[in-house]
């Protein structure tokens, strides 16, 4: 029984050690690893957007970093691209 709960024990390591470093891997280190499971996971959660369902309102900064708008305030007069990403 004890050498059965020892593989059982090695597996479930080698597994963790192996999650652990995709991670790293995707979000480029194990430092950048810790804040996404530490920060960004616990608040993840699935929406209830479908396609061609309304836009949920939101304040957002324009583009010349001064002026603000709701997007309420921009549909139905021209299209409106909202592009969410880091361009640094």
């Known amino acids: 029984m ?4 020892k593989w059982f024990a090695g597996i479930l390591a080698v597994l963790l050690l192996a999650a ?3 991670l790293c891997y995707l979000a480029g280190s194990p430092k950048d ?12 959660r699935r929406g209830t957007l479908q396609v ?9 900064v ?5 002026n603000h708008f709701h997007i309420r305030e921009r549909l139905g007069r021209r299209p409106l691209v909202l592009v969410f990403g880091s361009f640094t």
């Not at 004890?2 to 709960?5: D, P, Q």
């Not at 061609?52 to 957002?60: C, E, N, Q, W």
């Not at 324009?62 to 001064?66: E, R, W």
């Open 2 to 5: 004890k050498r059965l709960l």
């Open 20 to 22: 652990f470093g995709a």
């Open 33 to 44: 690893a810790y804040g996404m499971v530490r920060y960004a996971l616990p608040h993840m």
């Open 52 to 60: 061609g369902s309304d836009a949920p309102d939101a304040r957002l």
């Open 62 to 66: 324009a583009l010349d970093g001064i």
